[in-house]
């Protein structure tokens, strides 16, 4: 872990986000985080702040903690969440307007990076893991923390966290396919646009995998399918009647998802619907699609 001085401390945000983001697969939550960390930092004296080696090291640490914390929790409330959860969708970073009227710029710190590491599938199975797994293995495995800076965050042993890294991994390998070349998940994610647009239900079988499942977060707030949809035929099936049912105004639109081809549905010029996608062995297996508002602050303004 690296800091340049107190001076730099600031620059440290875009860090702090993403570790957060990582760990905690919402941007606000992770907004949060970075707040709260330079609140602790900015309550310390001069002194006090000045006899820190490493002020990057430090920020970074305490915002895992936060984490972890906000980890421990997160399972209660997830039980009490109306319907399935699934993590807060960003968009490319040309497209990022962070709920800001008018497109307006947005600083770089308040961005997460794009990389396989925020990817749809990549994040649903960071939510299997425990609290200390996630940390151990993000930290570690994604942003190259030692094992000993690991256990500062965690309070437990290098080889204790080299194991919950170990253990995170496996479930990765268990439950994680690598990823499809971006131009074979484009491909198949605009030829389900068109079928979907033109309700075409065996062009829709033939893009998705027959056990394909779809998940819709609507949080309680949106419409969404409280559960899971199981097997290709009844997806296709679903996805025909909510086009058939679509007002005048509806349009989906090719976007990039958490650094991945995915579609965006906009009814009225405003985005109400993000929708991620996981390709296994040339077809789609998994659809995400994030209809909770709260979920949606980045895609709130009209994209053109």
Known sequence: MTGDGSEGVLSERRQLINVAYRLLGSVAEAEDVAQETYA???????????????????????????CLD???????????????????????????????????????ADRVTLDESVNMAFLVVLESMTPAERVAFILHDVFRYSFAEVGEVLGRSPAACRQLATSARRRIRVSHAPAAPTAQQAELVRGFKRAWESQDIDALLGLLDPDATSISDGGGIARAYLLPIEGAAQIAQAFTSIA??????????????NGQPGLVVQQDGFTVTVMAFDVEDGRIKH?????????????TVPLE
């Open 40 to 66: 602790r930092w900015y309550a310390m004296s001069p002194e006090q702040q000045a006899a820190i080696v490493s002020p990057g090291a430090w920020l970074t640490t305490v915002a895992s903690r936060i």
């Open 70 to 108: 906000v980890l421990g929790s997160a399972r209660a409330r997830r039980e009490r969440y109306v319907g399935e959860w699934i993590p807060e969708p960003v968009p490319d970073q040309t497209e990022w307007l962070n709920g800001r009227a008018g497109g307006a710029s947005v600083d770089p």
């Open 244 to 257: 058939a049912t679509a007002p005048d105004a509806f349009r989906i639109l090719e976007r990039t998802v």
């Open 287 to 299: 659809i995400w699609a994030v209809r909770n508002p709260e979920k949606l602050r980045a895609w």
